[in-house]
């Protein structure tokens, strides 16, 4: 059973910093592209990074930008994203998502490049 299991949300203040963490299963995607995505209330689903399958190559949103890293670990089955510097509007459920591509698909910001997804975790920013 494909499994993608996101945890490490939680309520910071403005300037905080939170580590998400995905936990994969059930497949082998230590061989896989995968990166991050959030959506806040009321708005479209939002690419955040994405990382290839040995974490050679990231991108990220410019909207995150030097505040947040993508980065995974194949030998315990993880990815995770620091985020520093965390602003109100970084508020949304993040979710973690996987490719079936060794190397990042084009776009990378397109979530139909993407084939798993876990179920989210939530961030809130308070200012």
């Known amino acids: 059973q494909v499994q993608l299991v996101e945890s490490g949300g939680g309520l910071v203040q403005a300037g905080g910093s939170l580590r998400l963490s995905c936990a994969y299963s059930?497949?082998?995607?230590?061989?896989?592209?995968m990166g991050w995505f959030r959506q806040a209330p009321g708005k479209e689903r939002e690419f955040v990074a994405v990382?290839?399958?040995?974490?050679?190559?990231?991108y990220y949103a410019d909207s995150v930008k030097g505040r947040f890293t993508i980065s995974r670990d194949n030998t315990k089955n993880t990815m995770s994203l620091q985020m520093n510097s965390l602003k109100p509007e970084d508020t949304a459920i993040y979710s973690c998502?996987?490719?079936?591509?060794?190397?990042?698909?084009?776009?990378?910001?397109?979530?139909?490049?993407?084939?798993?997804w876990g179920q989210g975790t939530q961030v809130t920013i308070s200012s």
């Open positions: 998502a996987s490719t079936r591509s060794l190397y990042i698909r084009r776009p990378y910001f397109d979530p139909t490049n993407y084939d798993y």
């Open positions: 990382i290839d399958w040995s974490g050679a190559s990231t």
């Open positions: 059930g497949h082998t995607f230590n061989n896989y592209a």
